[in-house]
């Protein structure tokens, strides 16, 4: 794509160093304004507050862990961790240089022009400023990482929620070119609509004010969403005329297949190539079987957790199972289809399925009532949630 190749060697040892030396440099900027930042944190607290002392302040930091809704906490460990890992594979040496070229020019060249043409601006960017940028996206990710799983209550865990899905949008819309939504044969199996998204539809979820955890109406309207997306996904896997019912076709392997011959090949441990080489071979003998199963797995999911609510009124034992179902799906889809993601050198993610697993469970957990606990901790919990509670 036109103005996102700078010229370079992705592997050019001089932008390898100024990259490498750039990352250390600002990584030691970043140690030494969090130590201080620290210290007139710690320091303030004690000045304000000095009869409290440190018995007082681990009592609060078990109060705010005590607070948070199980759905919350899990979504906010979750979603850090990710945007952690996410800026380690950004940290990549190829990845200055690489990333337009390489990632971003052949994920938008099946696009319609005005996607390449927003995509090329923000790969032209990049381009101009390799090293500066490179570095800016793996402190950005890793800092957003660091900051929801730090903060576990109150305005700045809100913030962090709102830090994430703003970055999570640039990231989609210049770095997966809007998720591939707007080119042709995507599928829930391939990462639509872009594991991205899913970060934003986290971070939305944990800016949202606490009482709104507490219900489950929450659980019950995120689950709702998702039934919503699986049932549309399960209509795009059956619409006819896309190849996805064929695993070959006139000799050649369909689209299914095709992607995952072609991931197989990707540098990575020899048991996952081996496996995915495996599943090809499979859906190349057995396409249709592979596609009407996949399709009525989405569909009966989409079903379920639409109504995920009355379901576990009635049959708590079915949505439980129809958890684990989706989870063993979404693995499998993982490992067979995606490849885990992030293998082959310039991986910037591990694709959408653990994502998305991760909205799940967190809106199952809200619309699930935990078990009750102790008479103390009960007692405790309420007031922790009287002093913590957002507005």
């Known amino acids: ?130 090293v500066q940028a490179a570095t800016a996206a793996v402190w950005i990710q890793v800092g957003i990482g660091i900051w929801l799983m730090a903060a576990a209550g109150g305005p700045w865990s809100r913030l962090a929620g709102l830090a994430g899905a703003g970055w999570g949008l640039v990231v989609w819309v210049f770095g997966e070119s809007f998720g591939g939504i707007f080119a042709p044969g995507l599928t829930w199996l391939s990462g639509a609509p872009g594991a991205v998204l899913f970060y934003c539809a986290a971070g939305v979820l944990i800016a949202l004010p606490g009482r709104y955890w507490r219900t489950p109406t929450l659980g019950q309207a995120v689950l709702a969403v998702l039934g919503v997306f699986f049932a549309g996904m399960a209509v795009l896997q059956a619409w006819p005329g896309r190849g996805s019912w064929q695993g070959a076709w006139h000799g050649r392997p369909g689209p299914l297949a095709e992607m995952t011959s072609s991931m197989a090949q990707t540098p990575q441990p020899g048991f996952l190539a081996a496996s995915v080489r495996a599943f090809t071979s499979f859906d190349e003998a057995h396409g249709f079987a592979v596609n009407l199963f996949v399709v009525l797995a989405l569909a009966v999911l989409g079903v379920v957790l639409l109504a995920a609510r009355l379901v576990h009124a009635a049959r708590p034992g079915l949505l439980r199972a129809a958890m684990v179902f989706l989870a063993v799906l979404c693995l499998a889809d993982w490992v067979l289809v995606q490849d885990i993601g992030f293998f082959g050198g310039l991986g910037t993610d591990p694709n959408s399925m653990i994502p998305l697993l991760l909205l799940v469970n967190a809106g199952y957990l809200a619309l699930v009532p935990a078990p009750a606990t102790a008479p103390a901790q009960t007692a405790g919990a309420g007031a922790a949630q009287q002093a913590l509670r957002s507005p």
């Not at 201080?36 to 930091?61: D, E, H, I, Q």
């Not at 927003?118 to 790969?123: K, L, P």
């Open 1 to 130: 794509m036109a103005g996102m190749n700078s010229g370079l060697d992705a592997k050019d040892p001089v932008v390898v160093a100024a990259f490498r030396a750039a990352l250390i440099h600002q990584g030691i900027l970043a140690l030494l304004i969090l130590g201080l930042v620290s210290a007139v944190w710690a320091a303030a607290r004690g000045w304000l507050a000095p009869s409290r002392g440190t018995a007082g302040g681990a009592a609060r930091r078990a109060a705010a862990w005590a607070a948070e809704p199980a759905g919350r906490r899990l979504l906010r460990f979750g979603t850090g961790l990710l945007w952690i890992f996410d800026g380690m594979l950004q940290a990549q040496p190829a990845m200055a240089v690489g990333l337009p070229s390489q990632v971003i020019a052949p994920g938008a060249a099946s696009s319609p022009g005005w996607v390449q043409q927003v995509v090329n601006w923000g790969g032209t960017t990049w381009s101009a400023h390799p």
